[in-house]
Structures are given as structure tokens and as C-alpha cells.
């Protein structure tokens, strides 16, 4: 069987720090004109290693009726590679082959005229993708119900709200039934109970054979409704395969690079390391293991550490307190030490989760906050004979007990 997407050597380079001169009047065409030599002179020097890839030759093939994720950290280059492929941009060298109609739903409003009513953009994208008029009427009705903009239709997009551009967008790009649909992140603006009817409907159309390339954060959202994935890491392709494989790997990776990052920095003690995970991957109802490794600037007379795990919203669901299962006593300046927990059993659905530190000398009452820097991703494990969990435990106990490890420098 044929490709249906078939990508070769991509590659794209922009050139930053040089803008396009605005016009002026004749007396100042003729001064710039005369200081002409100078500024090339000076553009040369200022503009030398300014070029940088977005994309580096990415090679891959996608065939009919597959749904691949597309993975990597913002910067990565999944942005660029969409938008080439749907030939709002070209690239500086390869190719791209798509052998059918595309949709897009990139950034919010793409695609969409302003100063039309909702009504006007649905027949105008339908005429972009060339359809007929018959063919976009027969869908309108579907269209407008999916989106859940019945009142306002018939109302210039330009006053909708950004949840309400991407609700007709995706509803408008699933229902006019092209043979690619390129999906960029702009699902996450949407609400909680419109992302996952969204979710439903892609696993719908890629069942009677659409081609579909979902870039998301969501590592749960692409192991379920992908079969295959690609990491992209500083515009190359890093890895392509099976979802599975794909997304333990690259969470394993993240893991990894935020574990030997930057020393984080307070007042009084500067944490060298934060540990998530069993090799970067979290599953719910398996065992977690949260560590920070860390030395006080100055002596810390009784050592005391709380863990906070917080939701992508940044709310509190649980927190572990060292000191209700261990003393750690005197630290002093300067001196190694690793402590945290082991979860016996992570009780929290999937999504991403942030870690927040308080770091405490009881003795003088001295609390050192560490911000929600660290982030894991946990995703969805099978059970109860196979089937996902779909509803949220909300906050319960947590049954864990200590770590503490003082390595010898």
C-alpha cells in the first residue's frame, strides 16, 4: 500500500535578527541609499550565525488511516512541520508528498476570515477544500451542533471567544471529510468535556480511514488515540515507531534532562537534583518514587522536607511531610543529602502533574519555597479486565514511606 504523507529530507531555516525596513519618504530612500555600503558591510558582521533550523532533515511515512502523534518540547519544530505540510510555509529543502485533501486546525483562527459570520467560514473552508455547495450543506447542520454555536452562527467570528473559534474550527475540519486532518496543540484551549468529545470524534474518523497527525503535550491523548508516534528534538527526527515505545522513551528522556538541569537556587540551599518516576515513566496504580537531592549554603539545625503534588492547574492534591515519618536532625552547610518517598500506589489519573519543595530548618522556623519547576506526566494504566479507568479518584491518603540518603562526596 502507498503512503499517503511521505516526507523526505525536511528541512527548514530562518534567518533571525534582520527585519524588513519600513517605507519612508524620497529624502530618506535617498540618505539610507547613500549609507548603503556601510549597512551591508555592518549586516554581514551582525547577521553571521544568525540562521537557524527549525527542521533538519525529517524523513518519515505515514499510510492510509493512521493516527500519528506527534511529540517534542515547544521549539522542537512540530509547529514548522505542520505548517509545511499543509503549505502555509515551504521548506528550504526536501519534500513533502500528501496524496488526498487536507484540513488543518493549526493556530486558533486559521483559516477563518474575521469579518464573516460563523455560517460564511464554514462555506468558505468547505470552498478552500473544494467541495461543492451541496456537499457542505449536507454536513452544516452536523457542523453546527458538534460546535455548539447554534445562537451565534450567523455572527462575525471576530467577536467569538477563543473556545468558541476552536469548536467550529474542529468541528468545521472533521466534518468536511478530507482524507488528511493535521491536528495541532490548540486542543488544549478547549474545556475539559469539549477536549474529550473531541478526542471521540478523531478516534471516529480515523475508524473509516482518515489519515490524522495529532501534535499534543498530552502524552495520555496520544497513547490513546495513536498507533504510531514521532519525537522531534531541536528539529530532527529523534524516533518514530510504536506509540507505546515512542512515549516511554521520551518521557524517560525528559525525565533525565530535567534531572542533570540547572541547579535550582533559594537563600539557603541549592537543589542539584529531582527524581520522578521509574526511568521517566509514571503509570497510575504503580509505584512512584519521588527523590530531591540537595545541600544547605548553611547549617541547618533540624531538617524538615514537604513534597506538594499539584494538577496541571496548579492545584494541590496531596502533600508528603518528612517529618511525619522520619527525623533527618542536624545538616550541616554544604553536606549532600537525597531525601523523598516511594508511593506504593500512585492514585491519580493521567495528565501532568508538578512537584512544589518546602525545604525547612525547624529549629530557627527558616521555610525555603522551591516553585512547581518539575513537571512528570503519568499515564493511563489497564485494569479491572483491561478497561481505563475514565473518572478522577480526586484527593485520597497517600500509602508511602521515606527515603533518606546522605552520599559520601
Avoid at 525536511?10 to 555600503?37: C, D, F, N
Avoid at 452544516?140 to 462575525?156: K, N, S, Y
Avoid at 474529550?196 to 478516534?203: A, E, G, P, V, Y
Wanted: hydrophobic share 45%.
Amino acid at each position: 500500500m502507498r503512503a499517503i504523507i511521505e516526507a523526505r529530507g525536511l528541512s527548514k531555516q530562518y534567518t533571525i535578527g534582520v527585519s524588513r525596513p519600513s517605507y519612508g519618504s524620497l529624502r530618506e530612500s535617498i540618505a539610507e541609499w547613500t549609507r548603503m555600503p556601510l549597512r551591508r558591510r555592518q549586516s554581514s558582521l551582525d547577521t553571521k550565525g544568525a540562521a537557524v533550523w527549525a527542521l533538519k532533515g525529517v524523513s518519515f511515512d505515514v499510510m492510509p488511516g493512521e493516527v500519528v502523534g506527534v511529540i517534542g518540547r515547544n521549539g522542537a519544530g512540530k509547529s514548522t512541520l505542520l505548517k509545511i505540510l499543509t503549505r502555509i510555509t515551504e521548506p528550504t529543502s526536501g519534500t513533502a508528498e500528501l496524496y488526498g485533501r487536507v484540513a488543518s486546525l493549526l493556530e486558533i483562527g486559521t483559516g477563518f476570515h474575521p469579518e464573516l459570520t460563523g455560517r460564511e467560514n464554514v462555506y468558505l473552508n468547505g470552498a478552500i477544500l473544494g467541495m461543492r455547495k451541496a456537499e457542505i450543506e449536507r454536513s452544516f447542520d452536523a457542523i453546527v451542533a458538534f460546535a455548539e454555536v447554534e445562537r451565534f452562527i450567523d455572527t462575525p467570528v471576530k467577536y467569538f471567544s477563543s473556545g468558541m473559534y476552536l469548536r467550529l474550527a474542529f468541528a468545521v475540519a472533521v466534518h468536511l471529510k478530507p482524507e488528511i486532518l493535521l491536528v495541532d496543540e490548540v486542543l488544549a484551549v478547549g474545556d475539559a468535556a469539549f477536549q474529550k468529545k473531541c478526542f471521540r470524534k478523531i478516534t471516529e474518523v480515523s475508524s473509516v480511514g482518515r489519515t490524522i497527525l495529532f501534535v499534543s503535550h498530552n502524552m495520555s491523548a496520544i497513547r490513546s488515540i495513536c498507533r504510531r508516534a514521532l519525537i522531534l528534538r531541536g528539529g530532527e527526527l529523534a524516533a518514530f515507531g510504536d506509540v507505546d515505545a515512542v512515549v516511554d522513551q521520551y518521557l524517560r528522556q525528559e525525565s533525565e534532562s530535567q534531572a542533570a538541569g540547572t541547579a535550582l537556587e533559594t537563600r539557603s540551599f541549592v537543589v542539584e537534583r529531582i527524581e520522578t518516576g521509574s526511568q521517566g515513566v509514571v503509570k497510575t496504580f504503580h509505584p512512584l518514587e519521588l527523590a530531591v537531592t540537595f545541600r544547605p549554603t548553611r547549617d541547618v539545625a533540624d531538617l524538615n522536607v514537604y513534597f506538594g503534588i499539584l494538577n496541571a492547574e496548579y492545584t494541590r492534591l496531596a502533600g508528603l511531610d518528612l517529618r511525619d515519618f522520619v527525623e533527618v536532625g542536624r545538616l550541616a552547610a554544604g553536606q549532600r543529602i537525597t531525601v523523598g518517598f516511594v508511593i506504593e500506589s500512585w492514585p491519580f489519573l493521567h495528565g501532568s502533574y508538578q512537584l512544589e519543595l518546602h525545604l525547612k530548618d525547624m529549629a530557627s522556623g527558616l521555610v525555603e519555597v522551591v516553585p512547581a519547576t518539575h513537571q512528570f506526566d503519568v499515564v493511563e494504566t489497564p485494569v479491572y479486565g483491561g478497561r481505563k479507568l475514565d473518572h478522577w479518584f480526586g484527593c485520597v491518603g497517600l500509602r508511602a514511606r521515606a527515603i533518606v540518603r546522605k552520599p559520601v562526596d
